[in-house]
């Protein structure tokens, strides 16, 4: 999995942070959101997923590897 | 072999199909939406799309690719006019019917109208569009309801070089949501950004030029919207035998009878988290509970209430509102950090003994975090806002 972010399309929202905190962050200027770990471990995907899913803003974008 | 039926195909009715095939679910699925459009964002209809910063195609929820990859039987332009819950069954304009497994309602809200022609209204991009278009440099539009959707389109207007009039018939705007104190600081936004915002105005009648206020007075306007709330997309499931008094009535799992579940702004349910019904027309929550009522739906053994911390924001002019929580109702509002007159601030909402809420305006988003913690833990107000405040001093 690579997780990708339309950055311009983040609201900071910072549901993806509550969803996998290892995998994102967010700005501490504008809350916009960081990929911490673009490529996450296995034991991470359903968070990211989740992430994906709850993102408000549909930002987040999961290819497959 | 019946499918699963999703009747609208917004944020919830697609995040319910996307869940239902990330569990595993490999039958058939029907998802039904009443618009032209592959599913969508609305968010930024009044913003982005309004202020005509992004083209249209930039809201598409899912590519096209990965829509087809969901297999599922996509039914756009097509209303659904009632439900048969004994026979299982959805019917569709034009007399045709889909029976249904199971079935999910995400058909959202409609904008509540007021009498007269020709104003607009802002739910979908067509209206947006629509809108977009009249809004230039010296047209003057009247807002009427100084809610967040008004209130963001009064700000991208203004943006646009329009003159623009904000009605609202509260005293203070917003302040059945978000608190007196917090809703004169966005009230004074708009002033400070040109608009002539009116507060305590009643509203008789639209069209001939503008608003025709209650007491005769006439405020003029080339293009005129309203943004006065919504009503729940529930017409169509009248006499079906479910509840549909403000919604679809649901349990605290998100079902409104057996095999039904509602999702998003159309679903009134039971959050055990406040320990009230509540229904929430924030995007957020259409994703989440379109998740949670597919997860329900197809594990019945297994079923987990629908328990969120509600989170919206809004953007106007520089300002980023965002909020965490059930604020609704509160009895009391707090600053736990920052100063109100800066428009830099974190509010915090107690209803009971407990923090139910927080709302921050310019702050950076890990100090709000904490707060959408101590909501979801159900921390107790004294000992919460007690400690921000040794903390900040």
């Not at chain 2, 609305?42 to 982005?48: D, E, F, G, N, T």
């Not at chain 2, 569709?92 to 199971?102: E, I, K, Q």
């Not at chain 2, 604020?327 to 009971?352: I, K, M, N, Q």
Request: aromatic share 4%; charged share 25%; net charge negative.
């Amino acid at each position: 999995m690579r997780v990708v972010l339309d950055e311009p399309k983040c609201v900071a929202s910072g549901q993806c942070v509550v969803a996998a905190p290892e995998v994102f962050d967010q700005r501490d200027e504008d809350g916009v959101a960081v990929v911490l770990d673009e490529t996450p471990e296995a034991s991470l995907h359903a968070g990211v997923r989740e992430a994906a899913a709850i993102c408000p803003a549909a930002a987040i974008l999961l290819e497959q590897q | 072999m019946r499918p699963i039926v999703v009747v609208g195909a917004s944020a919830a009715g697609l995040a319910a199909v996307e869940t239902l095939r990330r569990e595993g679910y490999d039958k058939a699925i029907t998802l039904i939406g009443e618009e032209r459009h592959i599913p969508y964002d609305r968010p930024p209809l009044s913003k982005q799309i309004l202020a005509g910063e992004w083209e249209p195609e930039r809201l598409t929820l899912r590519d096209p690719a990965h829509l087809g990859s969901l297999d599922v039987d996509l039914r756009l332009g097509v209303t659904a006019t009632g439900v048969d819950l004994a026979g299982r069954r959805v019917h569709l304009a034009g007399g045709a019917t889909v029976p249904y497994d199971g079935l999910i309602v995400a058909t959202g809200v409609r904008p509540r109208r007021l009498p007269g022609q020709g104003a607009h209204v802002l739910r979908t991009l067509d209206d947006a569009l629509a809108l977009r278009d009249r809004l230039g440099p010296g047209r003057r539009l009247a807002v009427v309801g100084a809610g967040f959707l008004g209130a963001e389109a009064a700000a991208v207007a203004r943006g646009l070089g329009a003159e623009v009039t904000l009605l609202e018939p509260a005293p203070v705007p917003l302040a059945h949501a978000v608190g007196e104190d917090v809703g004169r600081v966005l009230s004074q936004a708009h002033r400070d950004h040109g608009v002539d915002l009116r507060t305590g105005v009643a509203v008789a009648a639209l069209g001939d030029g503008g608003v025709r206020l209650a007491d005769g007075e006439l405020v003029e306007a080339d293009e005129v919207l309203v943004a006065v709330g919504c009503v729940p997309n529930t017409d169509w499931l009248e006499g079906s035998g479910l509840n549909v008094l403000d919604g679809v009535l649901c349990d605290e799992f998100s079902a409104a009878a057996p095999n039904v579940y509602a999702a998003g702004d159309v679903a009134r349910w039971h959050n055990p988290l406040f320990g009230v019904p509540m229904r929430i027309e924030h995007r957020t929550n259409a994703a989440e509970q379109g998740m949670a009522a597919a997860r329900n739906l197809l594990h019945p053994e297994a079923r987990k209430p629908f328990a969120p911390v509600p989170y919206f924001w809004s953007d106007q002019y520089d300002l980023r509102i965002q909020a965490y929580g059930y604020l609704r109702g509160h009895d009391e509002v707090a600053v736990v950090d920052g100063d109100l007159g800066e428009r830099r601030f974190l509010v915090a909402y107690r209803t009971g003994d407990r923090v139910v809420g927080a709302l921050a305006v310019g702050m950076p988003p890990k100090a709000l975090r904490p707060w959408r913690q101590a909501v979801a833990a159900g921390a107790r107000w004294d000992e919460t806002v007690v400690s921000a405040h040794r903390a900040a001093t």
